[in-house]
């Protein structure tokens, strides 16, 4: 299994970018997909999450303004961000958990999203 995820870039405070992430191969279903986020010195932490039958949840600092999304035929999981902010600046990753026989977490490479004017 692959998760590519791209989207990312730099924008100025205000500003949006949509994140998209795709996962590929082996797949029987995906059980859920979410967006995580690493700023420089700081821990991965979860940003938004949604499941197969379409719950979401996302972290009270990005509340109101990001929202996740899935296409559950293309396996596509997307982050819709809005109003950014220079601490939203971070390497984005895409996690999945996918079964196919056993149940496993996948990790997509990261995208870089830059907040700054």
């Known amino acids: 299994v692959q998760l590519q995820a791209c989207g990312g870039g730099l924008v100025q405070p205000g500003g949006s970018l949509r994140l998209s992430c795709a996962a590929s191969?082996?797949?029987?279903?995906?059980?859920?997909m979410a967006w995580y986020r690493q700023a420089p010195g700081k821990e991965r932490e979860l940003v938004a999450g949604?499941?197969?039958?379409?719950?979401?949840n996302y972290a009270d600092s990005v509340k109101g303004r990001f929202t996740i999304s899935r296409d559950a035929v293309k396996n596509t999981v997307y982050l819709q961000m809005n109003s950014l902010k220079p601490e939203d600046t971070a390497v984005y990753y895409c996690?999945?958990?996918?079964?196919?026989?056993?149940?496993?977490?996948?990790w997509g490479q990261g995208t870089l999203v830059t907040v700054s004017s």
């Open positions: 996690n999945a958990l996918i079964r196919y026989g056993a149940t496993r977490r996948y």
């Open positions: 949604i499941t197969s039958g379409g719950n979401t």
């Open positions: 191969g082996s797949i029987g279903s995906v059980e859920a």
